[in-house]
C-alpha cells in the first residue's frame, strides 16, 4: 500500500493535478471499514482463529509478512 501512495504522489507532481476526494464517499467507506473488522470477527469459528493466532506467532520480520500476505510490499 505504501508503494500505491509513493506512486500517487510522483503522479500528482508530474501532472500538477492531485485528484480530489469527495468526502461522502471517504465517510462510506471509513463506516464500512470500521464494521467489517468487527463482522468478520463475529464469523469467524473457534479453529480459524486459532489457526490465524498461530500464523501470526510464527512471525519472523519482514520476510514472514510476506509468506503470510503473499505480497511483495518490501
Do not use: Q
Request: aromatic content about 2%.
Amino acid at each position: 500500500m505504501v508503494v500505491n501512495v509513493i506512486a500517487k504522489n510522483i503522479v500528482d507532481k508530474a501532472t500538477g493535478t492531485p485528484l480530489e476526494k469527495n468526502p461522502a464517499a471517504v465517510a462510506l467507506g471509513r463506516s464500512g471499514g470500521l464494521k467489517g473488522g468487527k463482522a468478520r470477527a463475529e464469523k469467524l469459528t473457534a479453529k480459524k482463529r486459532k489457526e490465524i493466532a498461530k500464523k501470526l506467532l510464527k512471525l519472523d520480520g519482514r520476510k514472514s509478512l510476506k509468506k503470510l500476505f503473499d505480497v511483495n510490499m518490501f
